[in-house]
């Protein structure tokens, strides 16, 4: 029931400006509109008929767009909170989160240059944690679809720098998808491409 959650989420948002529950909301509302655009995606890749693929992709657009407004809604208000007091660890995943949901959300729109300018952020927010990581690797993808394989590989080989630079002992099975020396393979793999 996404519908009536966005809803109450948007009545949250209203009516608690910039406070933690206008944050959490403006989160939830752009994964709500995020989540609501998955079932025309799938449907674009099921219909035949391509005036009804043209309707849905229209759709998802109008989804996943209000989904990107609201990321950067929560994003920049935690921004804010933080400049005044220090982030608690569920507001820093959140923000964490929203760099990365928008991310995906504009390569899903095939806004590939503004989806760069997010990871590039996350990049610099994150350059001492494992999640720099992920934000080169989705770099690199968005360069790989924008047809720039010397830029993918670049992101490839600052990954790898960021990889080097992570403590040794530090477990990157615990926050991203692979273990360091998968990392190492991964990001060889990709450089060479």
Known sequence: RYGAAAVRLEEAIQRYLDTPYAIQSAYLLAETYRERAQKPQTRIR??????????????????????SEYYVRARESLIRREEKTELSEHEQAILRNCYFAQGSVLFDLGRYAEAIEVYAQATTRYQNQAT??????????????????VLARGASEQAKVALKRLPKGEPLEATTNYARSEWAGLLGHLSAL
């Open 46 to 67: 099921e219909s035949r008929i391509p005036s009804e693929r043209l309707l849905l992709r229209r759709q998802v657009s109008e989804l996943l767009g209000k989904a």
């Open 132 to 149: 720099v990581l992920e934000a080169y690797l989705k770099i690199a993808q968005c360069y790989r679809h924008r047809n720039g394989p």
